[in-house]
């Protein structure tokens, strides 16, 4: 089972990445796909995840409207689109992979079996 994340870099505040998660080695359809963040001296955080199976999103409360979760499972693909980054964003994201039916715990990281190395996004104000 693996995970690769791409798409961070650096962008200036109001810019917008496209980060994707590729996943190999497992059912894809029939998962939950999390993206989670760790900035500079903070403890990681939850972004986002998608059930690969229905297609269901989950968003952090404090990230809604920035943030949008996709996939393509046809391409074993997750992506997070994130709009209007801002500084507080600079973080390395991390894509992980879960059983099904864990859906109402998405936010924690103890659901996610494999992770990938993280992808860093750096913005500047």
């Known amino acids: 089972v693996q995970v690769v994340e791409s798409g961070g870099g650096l962008v200036q505040a109001g810019g917008s990445l496209r980060l994707t998660c590729t996943a190999s080695?497992?059912?894809?359809?029939?998962?939950?796909i999390g993206w989670f963040r760790r900035a500079p001296g903070k403890d990681r955080e939850e972004v986002s995840a998608i059930s690969t199976g229905d297609g269901s999103t989950y968003y952090a409360d404090s990230l809604k409207g920035r943030f949008a979760i996709s996939s393509d499972n046809a391409k074993n693909i997750v992506y997070l689109e994130i709009v209007d980054l801002q500084p507080e964003d600079t973080a390395v994201y991390y894509c992980a992979a879960g059983p099904p039916g864990w859906t109402s715990m998405w936010g924690n990281a103890a659901v996610y079996d494999d992770w990938g190395q993280g992808t860093q996004v750096t913005v500047s104000s």
């Open positions: 080695g497992f059912t894809f359809n029939d998962h939950i």
